[in-house]
């Protein structure tokens, strides 16, 4: 299988999520955007200089968006996190972009988010609260 794993880069659970599958021996390949701030925001600088943050920001997206469509449509399982340091509008995006491939995901986010993200989670396959709940989802789906 699979996982493409989108959304907050703050935090560790993508490594939890890694780590717990490869502890149940799970035949799983993970993906993901770039989770370097710095190197995201950059992306684009090689077409050239922009004086305009504006024009920086729209080539570096357009650049990433490369990877980042290219990793969802080649994914049998998106998951999606969502935290609560920043407004991650790029994992909604994200999601977004699933449920229009009819691509599976799963969001992850804490209780305090369900009313902003139910939209989002109402089209997700689930909504989980911790990485362990995830990894148990992986887990079924493969059994």
């Known amino acids: 299988?699979?996982?493409?794993?989108?959304?907050?880069?703050?935090?560790?659970?993508?490594?939890?999520?890694?780590?717990?599958?490869?502890?149940?021996?799970?035949?799983?390949?993970?993906?993901?955007?770039?989770?370097?701030?710095?190197?995201?925001?950059?992306?684009?600088?090689?077409?050239?200089?922009?004086?305009?943050?504006?024009?920086?920001?729209?080539?570096?997206?357009?650049?990433n968006a490369i990877k980042i469509q290219n990793a969802i449509k080649s994914c049998d399982l998106a998951i999606i996190r969502f935290g609560d340091k920043y407004r991650q509008w790029n994992a909604a995006f994200d999601a977004g972009f699933c449920a229009a491939l009819s691509k599976p995901y799963i969001t992850l986010h804490d209780e305090s988010l369900t009313h902003p993200l139910k939209e989002v989670d109402g089209s997700a396959q689930a909504w989980a609260t911790t990485t362990e709940q995830v990894i148990q989802l992986i887990e079924y789906t493969l059994t």
């Open 1 to 63: 299988m699979k996982v493409y794993l989108s959304g907050e880069i703050h935090t560790d659970w993508r490594e939890q999520i890694i780590d717990g599958c490869k502890n149940k021996q799970l035949p799983v390949t993970f993906i993901s955007a770039n989770t370097d701030h710095e190197s995201s925001d950059a992306a684009g600088d090689c077409l050239g200089e922009e004086a305009n943050p504006f024009w920086r920001d729209h080539k570096s997206a357009k650049v």
